[in-house]
Nanobody, 125 residues
Framework: QVQLVESGGGLVQAGGSQRLSCAASGRTFSSWTMGWFRQAPGKESEFVAAISWSGGSTYYADSVKGRFTISRDNGKNTVYLQMNSLKPEDTAVYYC??????????????????WGQGTQVTVSS
């Protein structure tokens, strides 16, 4: 059974930084594309970033490009989201997700097979 567990959320001031982690169970983590999504209150889920199985390819939403960095450590079965220059509009529950299929990076939530429980990030102004 695959489990994704996010950690690292919390309260941070605008302009600050935070790093989210997502630890995965499963022997085939290193073959999965991993993604981060977020959902703010009253809003739809939004793609944030994705990274290929090797870490060689990444893709970001325009809203976070240049501020957020996705990375992974396949030896630790963990994917990270480093968030810098945080803004109040980054406030949301952040979810990590796994895409088992070998294909180019995808940004649609329905393309991902496994999801974590989410971690709250709150950015105060």
């Amino acid at each position: 059974q695959v489990q994704l567990v996010e950690s690292g959320g919390g309260l941070v001031q605008a302009g600050g930084s935070q790093r989210l982690s997502c630890a995965a169970s499963g022997r085939t983590f290193s073959s999965w594309t991993m993604g981060w999504f977020r959902q703010a209150p009253g809003k739809e889920s939004e793609f944030v970033a994705a990274i290929s199985w090797s870490g060689g390819s990444t893709y970001y939403a325009d809203s976070v490009k240049g501020r957020f960095t996705i990375s992974r450590d396949n030896g630790k079965n963990t994917v990270y989201l480093q968030m810098n220059s945080l803004k109040p509009e980054d406030t949301a529950v952040y979810y990590c997700a796994a895409d088992r299929r070998p294909r180019p990076l995808v940004t649609t939530a329905m393309s991902y097979d496994y999801w974590g429980q989410g971690t709250q990030v709150t950015v105060s102004s």
